[in-house]
């Protein structure tokens, strides 16, 4: 019986354990993860966990009886060790070897290191896992919290709007100018910041972060202008680096930061697929030969792919990419490659806001964030799927139904 | 197995997702014509209800207000990311003017 192995329990891994049986695959699938968690949904760690809004049901899932059901066996809290890509064989840490027919590759990103000191003071928080999330929402169960939240990312705003929205305050330090200006686009990321800012997120933009202070606990942080922000507690959001070990080991070749793929998710050692975060992979809604994207859609899709490949030989990762941010009572929606460069049109009202930013390169629609008005999303995904992109104009005027400009 | 009246036909615009409860059932109502679809009203994915958001009858399905994902009132399932998991489809019966949902 042929043998699948999956490393990595995350979003991607998850999906293609689970797709490999809906879609026919009779082998043996072993799921290997390095938390002792069962594998969860992580975008609601910033979001709903860390204020005691989610059900954690629901974010660990599916129950442990569908692996069951399913014939996978799951092997949590370890990791491989080592690989051989000639011989097919891996090594994991609690001594067992496994061999392969099949590698699924989803190690996902480790968290950033950074060099800034009192980062591993008692009262500092990640949010890259179950456990850390969970450590952040039993302090903040105690009472109103006064959150220092170092980096502006997607994860950092996240953290800082819904503890806001819960009755604590959160101040967001970012080492750049203005915070979410790389993946939003400038234009967009200042308004978007707004809206946090509304909230009562406090931003301090353009400034980094010398040492956490306090004797055995967090007590704020020091900023590189001399100012001190008081904290009850320190979440340090930093960023990912994606986990390449494995991969190298197995001498897969690179590109764009990660693992080179194709659209059936292989890597270019026979036999070894990546998926999720490490894939760098071609996509037709993008102008690089290789993109990597370190959000939830993907890696499902990724995931779902890899799966289709290793069962049927069949399955291309074609899809529009998507994210999602919520931060607060905002959700913001992308769909497509967005560059910072590109030219926005903005239409709705960005003050309530229901509003939606167009991304134009050249002249033509490359991506749309959409706050509260999914119609204008969906009439978007159905231009990108004609291959029609109108003008300005078209995508400013809110009566301009895009999906009959789509229709033709 | 109990069929439970969530109320009359009219009370179900054409096309318009409808939020009714079931026996503490949440549920997203859906009049198609004098077809009726019920669907457990929570997005699976996250926490958002069906009912605020939009039907698209091309698909005959109901998308989430929050994320986008499409859900067939048939089968249940979602036709894209972020939500991979089907939603739970009822029973309808229509006897007469009362709509009544198997739980």
């Known amino acids: 019986m042929p043998i699948t192995l999956i490393v990595g329990g995350g979003m991607a891994g998850r999906a293609a354990a689970l797709t490999l049986r809906r879609v026919g695959y009779q082998g043996e699938i072993i799921l290997v993860g390095d938390e002792t968690t069962p594998p969860y949904d992580r975008p609601p760690l910033s979001k709903s966990v860390i204020v005691g809004k989610a059900d954690l049901d629901k974010v660990i899932k599916p129950a442990l009886a569908t692996y069951a059901e399913d014939g996978i066996d799951l092997r949590l809290g370890v990791a491989v060790t080592s690989a051989d890509a000639a011989a097919k064989t ?19 990103c480790a968290p950033r290191e950074v060099p800034i000191p009192g980062l591993d003071k008692p009262g500092v928080f990640r949010i890259t896992r179950l456990d850390e999330a969970l450590a952040i929402q039993e302090v903040l169960s105690s009472g109103p919290k006064r959150l220092a939240v170092i980096g502006g990312g997607f994860i950092g705003m996240e953290a800082a709007a819904a503890a806001v929205a819960h009755g604590h305050t959160a101040t967001v330090l970012e080492a750049a100018p203005e915070p979410m200006a790389r993946p939003l686009g400038l234009a967009v990321a200042e308004r978007v910041l707004r809206w946090a800012t509304d909230r009562g997120v406090e931003v301090r933009a353009g400034v980094g972060v010398d040492e956490v202070l306090g004797d055995d606990r967090a007590s704020g942080v020091r900023l590189a202008d001399g100012d001190i922000i008081d904290a009850d507690l320190v979440i340090c959001a930093i960023g990912q ?8 080991l197995l001498g897969c070749e690179e590109a764009a930061g990660g693992i080179k793929v194709d659209t059936g998710m292989h890597t270019s050692v026979d036999g070894v697929y990546a998926v999720g975060d490490i894939a760098a992979f071609p996509s037709k809604w ?9 959000h939830a859609g993907v890696a499902i899709g990724h995931g779902q792919t890899a799966a289709e490949q290793i069962a049927t030989g069949e399955g291309m990762f074609e899809d529009l990419p998507t994210f999602w941010s919520d931060q607060g009572d905002i959700t913001l929606n992308m769909v497509g490659v967005p560059r910072p460069e590109d030219e926005i049109v903005w239409r709705g009202d960005q003050a309530i806001p229901a509003c939606t930013a167009f991304y134009l390169r050249d002249g033509k629609l490359r991506a749309a964030m959409s706050v509260g008005d999914m119609k204008t999303l969906r009439g978007v995904r159905k231009l990108f799927a004609a291959g029609v992109s109108p003008t300005a104009e078209q995508l400013a005027d809110p009566d301009a139904d895009l999906a009959a400009l789509a229709a033709g | ?8 036909l009219s009370d179900f615009p054409d096309g318009t997702p409808t939020f009714a409860e079931a ?7 859906v009049r198609v014509g004098d077809k009726v679809h019920a669907i457990c009203d929570d997005c699976p994915h996250a926490e958002a209800s069906l009912s605020e958001g939009d039907f698209l009858a091309d698909d005959l399905a109901v998308e989430c207000p929050l994320h986008g994902s499409a859900f067939n009132l048939e089968s249940g399932d979602p036709d894209a990311p972020p939500a991979t998991e089907a939603v739970q489809v009822f029973a309808v019966t229509v006897d007469g003017d009362d709509v009544r949902v198997e739980i």
């Open chain 1, 90 to 108: 891996a090594t994991l840490s609690d001594g067992s070897e496994v061999a392969w027919d099949a590698l699924v590759i989803a190690t996902g």
């Open chain 1, 241 to 248: 680096v994606p986990r390449l070990e494995l991969a190298r």
């Open chain 1, 286 to 294: 993008a102008d690089e030969d290789r993109i990597r994207v370190e």
């Open chain 2, 1 to 8: 197995m109990a069929q439970v009246s969530i109320g009359k």
């Open chain 2, 23 to 29: 026996d503490g059932t949440r549920l997203c109502i």
